[in-house]
């Protein structure tokens, strides 16, 4: 996978997807897929925002029942039943604990009925999934002593056990979009990070192609396509206003959803639901509040989710000192045992989702919102272009197969039948995960740790041999960067094929290295170092790129 800006400019594709974030990976994959010629260009580097920065979670759709959205519920648990079984290196199940205290909504009986309900119309979630470790077993209420083995330190006054269910979770979300990307290229697509869209090619009253800036020198050409996807979440309406003068009707309104990793587990096995006094004013039937979990995630916790409606432009989300402390104290007075402090936050993971239409003093947030695909030439008289906008990455494959559909019949064309609900991702062709890890440590012996080896078949699954191949080039790479589990070889692999350009493409996109927690001085510098001698980089832009990436790890009370 190469960096080929030429290449994007040297014939018309039937598609140009713009955006590399969940949805636009898995739309390129899905087109080229299904024999359609394909050119992908992202402003940034590939997956680098909302994408990126969420709490990991693969939803199966539980939550819709309680807005009797059978639909949704239906097609969010479809959807995480592929995941897990095309991308099982990726992708795993995960067990959450709600706890139940008397015998109302927040009981066991309605709990129970809520779990038994899910498991009927989802009977089916374990379809093709031959890997016992990647099905999703059923929910079951479980007893008071339960559910204190599990957490000691709950409120006990009113506790009546707790209903345990099973989600799924994202090892490493940017490594998702890469294997959609690579599997794209694989089956022809060209694409390209760091180049900006800036405006649409319009003969008449139709779009014919992308003028496009290359970020890093500033350089502008043309790319010539006979359909636009435009796939660039919170920056699509913003894209459409300024390249092409369409203002969609209603306006798409955002909410900021925002987590934080603790650098400590606070729990080993289960997820935890922490209830908390604002309620979800869409739910048919509400248990009090909303919910935000705790969640064991690698060697660290993630908590959250917390919203808020967002009334400016998509650039530079913040996040103020005094919020994070808010939602700190929200969890510690729930389960004080935990015992969180502002110094305990490693990282915090933000971003744009859409949740509804922009109306006038609207503060409230709805989970019943629904991705937008909008065909331009039906709603606003403009062929050649289409907009998808997503809501959650576990439906990205989805709707792409949607917006694909649509293409091809905006194209004139009988759809190929699509085949990526079924086929295996780049580095998924692997059966049983944690046979294939034993096995990869067994050939893969001292000096590496079966840590390393575990973090390296996450993260490449059954294409591990591709990084490890450097190591015959240079045996030093195949060394970890510091303190960490991350090998050199696996900077050099970013750079050579998989697009990294700067630092914090293989700090926080291509590697661990800085995915939890600021890895520290020493594995910074080392992976620097490694990467300043492929990119030829000199010591101010060394230092530059360091001082980049040091950039993103809160420094609160600094």
């Not at 006094?277 to 919910?291: F, N, W, Y």
């Not at 039948?417 to 692997?430: D, L, N, P």
């Not at 591709?466 to 080039?473: C, D, H, I, Q, S």
Request: a positive charge; glycine letters at 10%; one cysteine or more.
């Amino acid at each position: 996978m190469k960096r080929d800006l030429s290449s994007l400019a040297s014939q018309e594709y039937d598609v140009i997807v713009l955006g590399a974030g969940a949805f636009g990976s898995c739309a390129a994959w899905e087109a080229a897929s299904r024999g359609l010629s394909v050119a992908l260009v992202e402003r940034g580097d590939f997956c680098c925002a909302t994408s990126a920065n969420h709490l990991k979670m693969v939803h199966g759709g539980i939550r819709y029942l309680q807005h009797a959205d059978i639909q949704r519920v239906r097609e969010s648990c479809r959807e995480r039943s592929i995941l897990l079984r095309i991308a099982p290196h990726l992708v795993r199940p995960i067990p959450i604990l709600m706890p139940t205290y008397g015998n109302g909504m927040q009981g066991r009986e309605v709990l129970g009925a809520g779990l038994l309900l899910y498991d009927l119309i989802t009977s089916d979630r374990n379809r093709g999934l031959g890997d016992e470790a990647r099905r999703i077993p059923r929910g079951r209420i479980i007893s008071r002593d339960e559910c204190l083995e599990v957490y000691p330190h709950l409120k006990q006054e009113g506790l009546t056990g707790a209903g345990v269910f099973f989600d799924a979770q994202f090892y490493n979300p940017p490594r998702l979009a890469l294997a959609f990307l690579r599997s794209a290229v694989m089956a022809g697509a060209c694409i390209g990070n760091y180049c900006e869209a800036v405006g649409f090619v319009r003969k008449h009253e139709r779009i014919c192609g992308v003028r496009v800036r290359d970020v890093l020198t500033g350089a502008g050409f043309d790319i010539r396509g006979k359909m636009v996807l435009n796939a660039a979440g919170p920056w699509a309406d913003r894209l459409l206003a300024d390249g092409a003068s369409i203002r969609l009707r209603p306006v798409p309104s955002f909410s900021r959803d925002l987590g934080f990793v603790v650098r400590r587990p606070l729990a080993r096995s289960h997820a935890l639901a922490i209830q908390l006094h604002t309620k979800d004013p869409d739910a048919v039937l509400s248990r009090k509040g909303r919910h935000v979990f705790v969640v064991p995630w690698r060697e660290y916790s993630l908590v959250g989710v917390w919203h808020k409606v967002h009334k400016s432009g998509p650039d530079g989300i913040g996040v103020r000192e005094e919020e994070i402390r808010g939602y700190i104290d929200e969890v510690n007075a729930s389960y004080p045992a935990f015992a969180i402090t502002l110094e305990d936050v490693s990282m915090i993971n933000t971003g744009l989702t859409l949740f509804g239409e922009n109306s006038e003093g609207a503060e409230d947030l709805s989970f019943g919102k629904r991705s937008l695909l909008i065909d331009h030439a039906r709603e606003y008289g403009v062929e050649g272009l289409v907009t998808l906008i997503g809501v959650r990455a576990t439906t990205a494959r989805g709707m792409a197969e949607k917006a694909v559909d649509l293409i091809f019949r905006k194209l004139g064309k009988a759809p190929a039948a699509s085949r990526t609900s079924t086929t295996r991702i780049y580095g998924g062709k692997i059966d049983d995960f944690e046979g294939f890890l034993q096995q990869a440590g067994r050939q893969n012996g001292n000096p590496r740790s079966m840590e390393v080896m575990r973090h390296l078949a996450h993260n490449y699954g059954a294409r591990y041999g591709e990084v490890l191949r450097y190591t015959g080039e240079n045996p030093a790479w195949g060394a970890t960067l510091g303190e960490s589990q991350v090998i050199g070889a696996e900077v050099v692999h970013a750079v050579r094929e998989e697009m990294a350009q700067k630092l914090e493409d293989v700090v926080f996109r291509r590697t661990d290295l800085g995915t939890g927690a600021y890895p520290g001085e020493s594995s910074l510098r080392a992976c620097t170092a490694v990467m300043a001698d492929e990119m030829k980089w000199d010591e101010a832009r060394r230092e530059r790129e360091i001082r980049e990436v040091m950039s993103h790890f809160p420094r609160y009370g600094s």
